[in-house]
């Protein structure tokens, strides 16, 4: 069976959050604190651990540590010359993680960068330019899909899916791509998109699916995940935080505790369609093998499209 294949498709948690509760020797950020890219190289072994925890946990589709691995990020740490070799050792780090399990899978992850171009951050030709770097490295590591991830502008959106598209046609190869747009709690995204421009802008492209994810928890992305069930032809993929951080003994928590998240996604599978179901910042291995407990035990509901 292959990755387009199943009927629901769970992925795993964000590198982030789960990095900081993890003991890292100060050494292994090697004066690039804060770049958690930098760590597939320079200790694997932690990101191998931290990929491994949510396979076991019951994640089907791993996405790499790679979500800042663009020249345009890296270059905030001096690092802008290693994007292969991050992209690379990110996508092997994931493979040694599935090791011989079968229908597991990797997803390159493909961040919104620090620049946005609807204001004026960058150019769209440094943009593109960037995107296809890390992009092409992540198809010639070997990953099964692309996941657009995060994105919160727009012109952003369009550049990655072009570049994208434009990399796999160039490489001969033929992925599934995901786009994964931020919606804040005002409704839109940063730069004031709402989710039905969001679908009459990338219908066109043929993407594999579109979503949500970051920003807010799952009750938050109620009326958009319910928008995209009954306007958005393709697959739905709903990635929520664990609710909204909270600052408790001078620790960010989030509060959804992993029986609420996985009723929550349980109602966006059975009532809304949705296929693809992960967790983005706050989310533990428990929360996902709560939700792949529960996942095993139904199917995404049959959607009525409007024309």
Request: charged residues 20%; contains cysteine.
């Given at each position: 069976m292959g ?11 964000a ?6 509760t993890?003991?890292i020797?100060?050494?292994a950020?090697d004066?690039h604190?804060?770049?958690n890219?930098y760590?597939n190289?320079s ?7 931290l990929?491994?925890?949510f396979v ?6 791993l996405?790499t540590n790679t979500f ?5 990020v890296?270059?905030?740490y001096?690092l ?5 070799a991050?992209n690379t050792?990110?996508?092997q780090?994931?493979?040694?993680a ?5 229908n597991v899978?990797?997803?390159g ?5 620090t620049?946005?171009?609807?204001l004026?951050h960058?150019p769209?030709d440094?943009?593109?330019a ?6 092409q490295?992540?198809i010639?590591?070997?990953v099964?899909a692309l996941?657009i991830e995060?994105c919160?502008?727009?012109?952003q959106v ?7 598209k434009?990399t796999?046609d160039?490489?001969g ?9 931020t919606?804040?709690r ?10 039905a421009a969001?679908?009459a802008?990338v ?5 594999f699916?579109?979503g949500l994810?970051c ?10 995940i ?8 393709g697959?739905?993929s709903?990635?929520?935080?664990q609710?909204?951080?909270?600052i ?5 928590v ?6 609420d998240?996985a009723?929550h996604?349980k109602h966006?599978i059975?009532?809304e369609?949705?296929?693809?179901v992960g967790g983005?910042c ?7 093998r ?7 035990t139904?199917?995404?509901a049959e959607?009525?499209?409007e024309?």
């Amino acid at each position: 069976m292959g990755f387009c294949d199943h009927n629901i498709l769970i992925f795993d948690g964000a590198c982030g959050t789960n990095l900081q509760t993890m003991e890292i020797p100060e050494s292994a950020w090697d004066g690039h604190k804060g770049c958690n890219e930098y760590l597939n190289l320079s200790s694997p072994e932690t990101i191998v651990q931290l990929h491994s925890s949510f396979v076991e946990a019951g994640a089907m589709v791993l996405e790499t540590n790679t979500f800042g691995a663009s020249s345009i990020v890296l270059a905030e740490y001096g690092l802008e010359s290693r994007v292969e070799a991050i992209n690379t050792a990110a996508v092997q780090n994931a493979r040694k993680a599935i090791g011989s399990r079968e229908n597991v899978y990797i997803a390159g992850s493909v961040g919104p960068g620090t620049k946005l171009p609807s204001l004026g951050h960058i150019p769209i030709d440094t943009l593109a330019a960037s995107l296809a770097e890390q992009i092409q490295v992540l198809i010639t590591a070997g990953v099964d899909a692309l996941i657009i991830e995060t994105c919160q502008d727009l012109l952003q959106v369009k550049t990655a899916i072009i570049t994208a598209k434009e990399t796999l046609d160039e490489l001969g190869r033929d992925l599934p791509i995901l786009l994964s747009v931020t919606i804040e709690r005002q409704g839109t995204m940063l730069v004031g998109t709402d989710i039905a421009a969001v679908v009459a802008t990338v219908e066109p492209f043929g993407l594999f699916s579109l979503g949500l994810n970051c920003a807010t928890g799952p009750a938050d992305m109620e009326s958009h995940i319910r928008y995209l069930s009954r306007q958005w032809p393709g697959r739905i993929s709903c990635i929520p935080n664990q609710g909204l951080p909270e600052i408790i003994d001078g620790e960010t928590v989030y509060p959804l505790k992993p029986a609420d998240y996985a009723n929550h996604m349980k109602h966006f599978i059975e009532n809304e369609g949705v296929s693809i179901v992960g967790g983005c910042c706050g989310t533990t291995p428990e929360h996902i093998r709560q939700l792949a407990q529960v996942a095993a035990t139904i199917r995404p509901a049959e959607r009525q499209v409007e024309a």
